[in-house]
């Protein structure tokens, strides 16, 4: 059974930075698409960066958009989400996702992903 392990969450204030990381449990399984997504406490799950783990296309929405980077390291089966100048409105839990996409890119649409990591906290305090 694959799984996705993160790490990386935390507390930091507003301006810092913090780097959060998704492990795949093995390496094989048809997956080509990686994506972050977040949810603050009453508020529905929305996607901050997603990865063509073939093509290298990456996304991302308006609101992290010059902010936050994904990356991957194909060795490690892991993908990196890089938080720059983060501000309170970005304290969520903050989950990874994966899925196979028949595109060139993939979109963080979140119904689209069936296989999620657990979540890891993420606190920014102004």
């Known amino acids: 059974q694959v799984q996705l392990v993160e790490s990386g969450g935390g507390s930091v204030q507003a301006g810092g930075s913090l780097r959060l990381s998704c492990a795949l449990s093995?390496?094989?399984?048809?997956?080509?698409?990686m994506a972050w997504f977040r949810q603050a406490p009453g508020k529905e799950r929305d996607g901050v960066a997603s990865?063509?783990?073939?093509?290298?296309?990456?996304l991302y929405p308006d609101s992290v958009k010059g902010r936050f980077t994904i990356s991957q390291d194909n060795r490690k089966n892991t993908v990196y989400l890089q938080m720059n100048r983060l501000k309170p409105e970005d304290t969520a839990t903050y989950y990874c996702?994966?899925?196979?996409?028949?595109?060139?890119?993939?979109?963080?649409?979140?119904?689209?992903?069936?296989?999620w990591g657990q979540g890891t906290v993420v606190t920014v305090s102004s």
């Open positions: 996702a994966a899925r196979w996409s028949s595109y060139g890119s993939c979109s963080y649409t979140a119904a689209a992903f069936r296989l």
């Open positions: 093995r390496s094989g399984y048809n997956i080509n698409c």
């Open positions: 990865i063509h783990t073939t093509s290298d296309t990456i």
